[in-house]
């Protein structure tokens, strides 16, 4: 399972930016819809890692978003983000903790129960499948920081030639010219110039490594720890 915290940045400083970005996710599949869960913060689960992606890359090009992605097995759902536990909502936490202090905004961390397994569990096994875990997760965490390098630069006029691009695949770039009103060159310029190609393939990995991610996580792991640390911070 996937959990997403977002942060607001400088929400104090700007106004409430919470309803667009709800509004902007609304399509995405989700388990369990993004809300607002206190202040300016949203959250949801997911279990497709290309909708994490998607999604990500939808707050990342709103630019006002910090964000973390937890992704563990030990999980309790409720009817809503709010009200569910476990694992991986302590690692969205902290994932969005340290995204703060990062410029690119953005952290994946594993349930911090798969971390105590690999560290305390008598089987090899088990102790493997945390660490590559959590080694995964940095993988994806790398793939996402550099993605949010060239997404950051795109401009209003490159999203409008991406977007369009994106919906009519075996479109050529004359007809999506035409379907724009502007030259066939300026379409040419601006996938090359945001590296269009590029960066899909970046999203499309990013996936990947988010789904091997939770392939590796234990599934046995015990919720203990989650239930302790969840109570110590309602505290």
Not at 32 to 37: H, M, S, W
Not at 66 to 77: A, F, K, N, S, T
Not at 178 to 184: E, K, P
């Given at each position: 399972?996937?959990?997403?915290?977002?942060?607001?940045?400088?929400?104090?400083a700007?106004?409430?930016?919470?309803?667009?970005?709800?509004?902007?996710?609304?399509?995405?599949?989700?388990?369990?819809?993004?809300?607002?869960?206190?202040?300016?913060?949203?959250?949801?689960?997911?279990?497709?890692?290309r909708?994490v992606?998607?999604?990500?890359?939808?707050?990342?090009?709103?630019?006002?978003w910090?964000?973390?992605?937890?992704?563990g097995?030990?999980?309790e759902?409720?009817?809503?983000?709010?009200?569910?536990?476990?694992?991986?909502?302590?690692?969205?936490?902290?994932?969005?903790?340290?995204?703060?202090?990062?410029?690119?905004?953005?952290?994946?961390?594993?349930?911090?129960?798969?971390?105590?397994?690999?560290?305390?569990?008598q089987?090899?096994?088990?102790?493997?499948?945390?660490?590559?875990?959590?080694?995964?997760?940095?993988?994806?965490?790398?793939?996402?920081?550099?993605?949010?390098?060239?997404?950051?630069?795109?401009?209003?006029?490159?999203?409008?030639?991406?977007d369009?691009?994106?919906?009519?695949?075996?479109?050529?770039?004359?007809?999506?010219?035409?379907?724009?009103?502007?030259?066939?060159?300026?379409?040419?310029?601006?996938l090359?110039?945001?590296?269009?190609?590029t960066?899909?393939?970046?999203?499309r990995?990013a996936?990947?490594?988010?789904?091997?991610?939770?392939?590796?996580c234990?599934?046995?792991?015990?919720?203990?720890?989650?239930?302790?640390?969840?109570?110590?911070?309602?505290?």
């Amino acid at each position: 399972m996937f959990v997403m915290t977002v942060d607001q940045v400088d929400s104090r400083a700007h106004a409430d930016a919470v309803p667009a970005l709800l509004a902007t996710l609304q399509g995405v599949p989700v388990r369990l819809p993004f809300e607002r869960t206190a202040g300016d913060e949203v959250q949801a689960v997911l279990e497709d890692p290309r909708a994490v992606v998607d999604a990500w890359e939808a707050i990342v090009r709103d630019g006002r978003w910090r964000v973390g992605i937890g992704i563990g097995h030990d999980v309790e759902l409720a009817d809503s983000s709010r009200a569910s536990r476990g694992g991986p909502f302590l690692g969205a936490r902290d994932a969005v903790d340290e995204a703060k202090g990062h410029p690119d905004r953005v952290a994946v961390r594993v349930s911090p129960s798969v971390d105590d397994a690999s560290q305390s569990s008598q089987s090899s096994q088990s102790e493997s499948r945390g660490s590559d875990a959590s080694a995964a997760a940095r993988d994806a965490q790398t793939v996402l920081r550099l993605l949010s390098i060239v997404i950051d630069e795109r401009t209003d006029a490159g999203w409008r030639v991406i977007d369009a691009a994106r919906a009519a695949p075996d479109a050529t770039q004359a007809q999506l010219a035409d379907q724009l009103g502007i030259t066939r060159q300026a379409v040419s310029k601006a996938l090359r110039t945001h590296d269009a190609v590029t960066v899909d393939e970046g999203l499309r990995t990013a996936a990947r490594l988010l789904a091997r991610t939770l392939e590796l996580c234990p599934t046995g792991v015990s919720m203990t720890a989650a239930t302790t640390r969840g109570a110590e911070e309602e505290l």
